[in-house]
């Protein structure tokens, strides 16, 4: 076990609530996914324009980095490692609802653009200047035994000086983030327990 | 021609999703790439998509999208001449 590795900062997103460094930061009943995200980005008041052309994977994503790399928590290296279940299913179904009838047929590039689910880690890169060693990973649940792994061995051959990981799923009108920043400052040691105990709490 | 401007700028809003911007933001003759409404080129694509869903235009060439997309006022008079419904 590594004990020279924190998990500096994290933050849990779901459909209502928005929960950083283990305290309530938002709170908002929204009618869906889409309007729950943009709520989020009015409140901390991001400016940002190109939000609103993402995706709500993407969008989702975005706003978790946005809370963790604040300006003491950024580093030049940081890599970006995520996973989920869903993959872009979210957004594959609205690309495949545009070309599903042959007589009418216009697909939209804006939609097709975000069929990936890596996508999200590119607006991230792009917000943040990142040039960095980024991964996006395919799961049934998170794997934080995995993540731990991946996240270590980064920072352990001078990959990256942090890694900003975790969880980002949107699926059927239901999103649920957990993402954190690993580092070698903190109070939390970065090991697979405290992972699983951070995203369930 | 003046309506099918104001109903060019409220569907350039809609599509590309430009939710800070209002259609009294946009001037006629304002550059719609570059340094005007600041679109890109996902952003041309979509444009292409729209004249060929709403006016029946398919533009064989793209690259007369450089044009055409210019500005709300090239927009109009290009699918005034051209559109089929």
Known sequence: ?201 | MENLKLELKAKIIENLNLEDIEVSDIKNTDALFGDGLGLDSIDALELIVMLDKDYGIKLSDPKQGKVIFESIDTMAAYISENKTK
Request: with cysteine; glycine share 2%; charged share 25%.
């Open chain 1, 1 to 201: 076990m590594n004990k020279n590795r924190y998990i500096q900062s994290y933050c849990r997103i779901t459909n209502n609530v928005i929960i950083l460094n283990g305290k309530e930061v938002f709170r908002e009943s929204s009618e869906d996914i889409k309007s729950f995200l943009k709520t989020v980005y009015k409140n901390f008041e991001i400016k940002y324009s190109k939000f609103f052309k993402m995706d709500n994977l993407s969008k989702l994503a975005f706003l978790g980095a946005e809370l963790l790399l604040t300006d003491e928590n950024k580093s030049s290296n940081i890599a970006l490692v995520f996973s989920n279940a869903a993959s872009s299913l979210d957004t594959d179904r609205k690309h495949q609802e545009s070309i599903n009838d042959i007589e009418n047929y216009f697909p939209s590039p804006a939609i097709f653009v975000y069929t990936l689910p890596n996508i999200g880690i590119g607006e991230i890169s792009i917000r943040h200047q990142l040039k960095s060693e980024n991964a996006f990973f395919i799961f049934e649940k998170y794997n934080a035994a995995f993540h731990h792994t991946y996240e270590n061995s980064l920072i352990q051959m001078n990959k990256a000086n942090s890694v900003l990981a975790g969880w980002v799923n949107v699926d059927k009108n239901t999103c649920d983030a957990f993402l954190y920043l690993v580092s070698k400052k903190g109070k939390i040691e970065h090991t697979t327990e405290n992972l699983i105990k951070l995203y369930n709490n």
